[in-house]
Each structure stands twice: as C-alpha cells, then as structure tokens.
C-alpha cells in the first residue's frame, strides 16, 4: 500500500490527497509534525531533502517528494494526465507555473493564517502581493478561454494549481476580482470525487513558529 507522509494543513499535501481520492486509491497516512521538527529526522530527509511535505513511499519502498512530481506519477495512465506528448507538456507547463507564481499565494496565505505576516518585510509582502495578483490575473485571462487550465479536459495542472488559488482570499487577495478562475473553481468542485476539506493551521499549535 501506499504511504502518504502528510501533514494535514498543508494544501500541497492536499493535492495528492485530492487525486488519491479522485483515483479512489487506498494509502496509509504518517503524519509529519512539521513545526516541531520532524521534517529534520535523517529518515524523513532521505526520502524529501527539503524536510517539506508531501512526500510518497511506494509498495515497493521506493519514494518520491514535491507535489507536483507525485502527482504527475500518480496520474500516469490515468485521464487526468494526457498521453499525449503535446498534451501532456502543457499540463507541466502550468505545473511549472505553479511553482513559480501560485507559491506567493501559499507563502502570503501561511504567514497570515499563522500570525506572521506582521513579523515579515514589508517590502517582502508587497512583492509577494505583486506577483500573486499576476498569477491570479494570468489564470483569470487563460481560464476566459477554456474549462480548464490546460484544455478541455480536467487535469493534475487544475488540481495542483486549486490547491492554493482557491485560498487566496485567505492571502490577503480578493479573489472576487477574478470572475474567471471563479467560475474554474465552481467547475473543479463539482468534479466526481471531489475532497472539500481543508484542515486549518489552528489544529497545531506549534504552527505559530518558524519551520526548522
């Protein structure tokens, strides 16, 4: 069986746990206490360098980190990745995306919900700010075009990209600006299989504190 290694307020961790549910995959769940340090065990670091989560062990022993990556391994073979070689590069292209725009969503979204935010730079929070309204009006322009981020079809790239956007009002950001990705968000929710719960910070209280 598979092996999650979650830690419940984490949307990254949330991704994989939507597409196992989509998938309908059963998978056993080691919790990792990130603020207390468990990311920093020898153990965990060889499977995630990081000491971030998710992070997958497989059947076999084998395992993998980074959301994205687990996600593009789970979907294989699946509708949610296409064969497709073009199609498929399209859906890791807003893969990229997401990690190189959306996380200024996932930053700003964890320093306010953990009291934070008045501890960082404000010249840090404004860039952030600046470059989460690009990625959420990048999306609102490409969603005007299409059902889904990468096509018609509803792929790990809306998953992946999900996660965090459709928290953004928890950022700081007024996602009610963005009538696009709002309508995407409707259409990704009624998805079959769909997991609507999200674990607030507040189930740690540790989650105040700076990661290790």
Request: overall charge neutral.
């Amino acid at each position: 069986m598979l092996t999650l290694y979650d830690y419940l307020p984490s949307q990254n961790a949330w991704k994989v746990r939507l597409l196992l549910n989509h998938l309908d995959i059963p998978y056993r769940t080691e919790i990792v206490r990130i603020f207390e340090g468990e990311g920093q065990r020898p153990d965990f670091l060889a499977m995630n360098p990081t000491g971030a989560v998710p992070a997958l062990r497989l059947p076999d022993g084998r395992t993998l980190a980074e959301s994205n990556a687990i996600l593009t391994y789970l979907a294989h073979g699946t509708p949610y990745l296409p064969a497709d070689p073009f199609d498929q590069a399209k859906v890791q292209q807003w893969l990229s995306f997401e990690q190189d725009h959306v996380a200024s969503i996932a930053t700003l979204r964890h320093w306010t919900l953990t009291g934070k935010l008045a501890r960082r730079a404000p010249a840090l929070v404004d860039r952030l700010r600046r470059v989460a309204d690009k990625a959420l009006a990048i999306l609102d322009r490409e969603l005007a075009q299409r059902p889904f981020i990468a096509g018609a079809a509803y792929t790990i790239a809306d998953m992946s990209l999900f996660a965090y956007v459709h928290r953004a009002d928890e950022a700081g950001l007024a996602l009610s600006d963005y009538p696009g990705v709002n309508r995407w968000i409707g259409r990704v929710r009624a998805q079959p299989g769909f997991l609507g719960t999200v674990y607030p910070y507040s189930i740690d209280p540790f989650s105040g504190g700076e990661l290790p």
